[in-house]
């Protein structure tokens, strides 16, 4: 059995009581993708869960395939930086539970942009979630952001530790993204006009795709070169993803150049509407709204399954959600959201 609570206690708080983790699976090709999402850690600290909509399961359906998942938990300079190697069980045999947990865990205001509840539970294929339990197989922690030049404390699970299993697969083939993929050069210029940080990812000689935060930055005709913490456990060389937010996301290859590592680009991947106005995520435009229908039906089809209700009255929090609620009203810092995208006030 995994046990948390074996790790420091400021290592302990920063993991029950952060808010997004940049959250890392690989293709089928052997790419790490890091897609910064909300994260909670189930009541009693086994498994560190992550959700996506079932319109979009890829980052699921990776994980079905390969349940070697990464995860980077960090928040204030002072504050420990946590990564999390882990194995992952995909939950999606019971679409229903799955959104009011995931209400439960996550509520709704921080994405609401002001609407009421009752606005906001119309948004059926948001809440509509495929939950993916991550039973931590090693920890890395460094004290402080300041510390990352120095090698990581380590946490390894005991050896009776269960790997769960996923949910069977469904049947067929999930559908290609329905969003456009822009020229990488041209989205990179709007990463860096966001002002958001970038996150590296790439596969360790284990196999985990891990992802960490970029010091600095500066965009080549290649792609990007990075400036990198120093006390990494692992080389930061071979296929990458780079990643702003969620709102950017490059794929390529990443080698070291010097002190410093060059991402080249293959090819920056599409992206979802909400990525330009978050308020699409509980208020899609009506072709949004549309493409997102059809992609849920299609999926619940897949899996046999009806349309989720969504109950009148949002759910109680969790525990664990009550503790991150007090950090998002101290204003801290929360890894993937920021001001300018409107996400830290409702």
Do not use: C
Not at 25 to 36: F, L, N, Q, S, Y
Not at 53 to 60: E, I
Not at 80 to 87: C, G, K, M, N
Not at 303 to 328: F, N
């Amino acid at each position: 059995m995994s046990s948390l609570h074996d790790l420091p206690e400021h290592v302990l708080r920063m993991i029950l009581s952060g808010v997004v983790a940049e959250f890392a699976t690989i293709t089928a090709k052997g790419v790490p993708i890091d897609t910064p999402t909300y994260y909670f850690p189930a009541d009693d600290l086994r498994t560190v869960d992550v959700a996506t909509g079932v319109p979009n399961p890829a980052k699921a359906e990776r994980a079905r395939r390969n349940p070697k998942v990464g995860l980077l938990i960090e928040g204030r300079p002072e504050e420990p930086v946590v990564v999390i190697r882990a194995s992952a069980a995909v939950r999606d045999s019971d679409i229903q539970s799955n959104a009011i947990r995931y209400l439960a865990e996550t509520g709704w205001q921080g994405i609401s942009h002001g609407i009421t509840w009752e606005k906001a539970r119309l948004a059926v294929t948001y809440w509509s979630r495929i939950i993916i339990e991550n039973t931590p197989e090693r920890i890395y922690w460094w004290d402080n952001h300041e510390a990352l030049d120095s090698p990581p404390q380590v946490w390894n699970a005991p050896e009776d530790t269960v790997w769960a299993s996923s949910d069977p697969a469904p049947s067929g083939k999930m559908n290609a993204s329905a969003w456009e993929a822009r020229d990488w050069q041209i989205v990179a210029q709007d990463a860096v006009k966001s002002g958001n940080s970038g996150h590296l990812s790439v596969v360790d000689a284990e196999g985990y795709p891990l992802p960490m935060l970029t010091r600095g930055l500066e965009v080549t005709d290649q792609g990007f070169l990075l400036t990198m913490p120093k006390g990494l456990a692992w080389p930061l060389d071979g296929n990458a993803s780079l990643t702003f937010a969620g709102f950017q996301t490059f794929v390529g290859s990443a080698s070291s150049v010097g002190e410093k590592v060059l991402f080249r680009v293959d090819r920056a991947l599409p992206q979802h509407p909400s990525t330009y106005d978050t308020k699409q995520v509980l208020q899609p435009s009506e072709d949004t709204k549309a493409k997102a229908s059809a992609r849920l039906e299609f999926e619940l089809a897949r899996r046999g399954q009806s349309l989720p209700v969504i109950p009148e009255e949002a759910p109680e929090r969790t525990r664990i959600a009550k503790i991150r609620m007090a950090r998002i009203a101290s204003n801290a810092p929360i890894t993937g959201i920021s001001v300018e995208h409107g996400n830290r006030t409702t």
